[in-house]
């Protein structure tokens, strides 16, 4: 990977945990981005989940258009798990509400 390639994630990286701290979620930057064998990922939630952070230049129009008209869109690929794609600011009420009702999340 090149240096700009790594700047741009580290950026995208702090980016996302900034918003996140913002909204009152105490997540931490994973150090050296998922690097260490036994802590992938690149940003660590509370609960110790792990969140994976992408910036491409062209993102699939689809997981947008998905979101013009609901709240949630439920992707999947062949044989693939199955993905929930909604906007960050929902996902912050969710999270938030889960955590503080003492809902238990692995």
Do not use: C, H
């Amino acid at each position: 990977m090149g240096k700009k390639s790594k700047v741009k994630g580290y950026r995208v990286e702090r980016e996302i945990v900034n918003l996140l701290q913002k909204s009152g979620i105490n997540v931490k930057r994973i150090p050296l981005s998922g690097g260490i064998w036994w802590l992938k990922g690149d940003i660590l939630f509370p609960n110790n989940r792990k969140g994976e952070v992408k910036i491409r230049k062209k993102i699939n129009r689809l997981l947008y258009d998905m979101l013009a008209d609901a709240s949630y869109g439920f992707i999947r690929g062949d044989n693939r798990r199955w993905l929930v794609v909604m906007e960050l600011p929902e996902f912050i009420e969710l999270y938030k509400k889960g955590v503080n009702n003492g809902i238990k999340t692995m």
